[in-house]
């Protein structure tokens, strides 16, 4: 039996996911992210599901403890984003990486 991959995360940080070609359910909201944790482990060729966090965190319990306790799907919580410095550190971070992409600086406005 093939097994499959899925991601739950917030609009933002699932564009990433998808672009990577990983199946994406974004969800908006907290009780989206419920309804769609609870949907994914009742599917039986799910192997692994990755999920932000924050959404985590979020979950139930009771919900929780019963995911962890199944052999599969592997739940692997995902870091939300964050970024300790200030706006700054941030963009730098951004320009620098397209720096290396593109092979040369660029300017945001």
């Known amino acids: 039996m093939s097994m499959r991959v899925r991601v739950i995360a917030s609009p933002g940080f699932a564009t990433g996911f998808r672009l990577a070609g990983f199946a994406v359910d974004e ?22 599901l990755l999920i932000e966090q924050r959404l985590l965190d979020t979950l139930p319990a009771a919900v929780r403890r019963d995911a ?4 599969v799907p592997v739940i692997v919580p995902i870091p939300s984003p964050a970024w ?15 720096r290396r992409t593109i092979g040369y600086r660029v300017r945001l406005q």
């Open 68 to 71: 962890e306790r199944r052999p």
């Open 27 to 48: 969800v908006s909201n907290l009780g989206e992210a419920f309804d769609r944790f609870v949907v994914a482990l009742a599917q039986a060729d799910l192997g692994i």
């Open 84 to 98: 300790a410095g200030q706006k700054a550190d941030a963009e730098n971070f951004i320009l620098e990486l397209l």
